[in-house]
Nanobody, 125 residues
Framework: VQLQASGGGLVQAGGSLRLSCAAS????????VGWFRQAPGKDREFVAT????????VYTDSVTGRFTISRDALKNTVYLQMDRLKPEDTAVYLC???????????????????WGQGTEVTVSS
């Protein structure tokens, strides 16, 4: 199983980025995908998660209305569209897969079974 996160970069406050998380090795398994972020010296923080069908998603309060998580089942890829970025969004963003036939949407890192390597997002003021 591999999760490959990409799309990070340097952007000015108010700008946008789209992160991608490509999954391989999970084709015949139902799973939710979550995005987390970790800033230097801080704990890993939940950002958003989406279920297998893509119909249900949850977000942390600080990104609600600015970030949108979506899923392309044919490509086994989950996206995180980040708009109106703020300097406090600066972090390494990681995607993770939670194996679940029930479509659960956990918010805690230990609930996730597989992790990608992360992509760095820097928002300048």
């Amino acid at each position: 199983v591999q999760l490959q996160a990409s799309g990070g970069g340097l952007v000015q406050a108010g700008g946008s980025l789209r992160l991608s998380c490509a999954a391989s090795g999970l084709t015949f398994t139902t799973y939710s995908v979550g995005w987390f972020r970790q800033a230097p010296g801080k704990d890993r923080e939940f950002v958003a998660t989406i279920n297998w069908s893509g119909r249900n998603a949850v977000y942390t309060d600080s990104v609600t209305g600015r970030f949108t998580i979506s899923r392309d089942a044919l490509k086994n890829t989950v996206y995180l569209q980040m708009d109106r970025l703020k300097p406090e969004d600066t972090a390494v963003y990681l995607c993770a897969a939670h194996i679940s036939s029930a479509g659960s949407l956990p918010r805690t890192p230990p609930s996730y079974d597989y992790w990608g390597q992360g992509t760095e997002v820097t928002v300048s003021s």
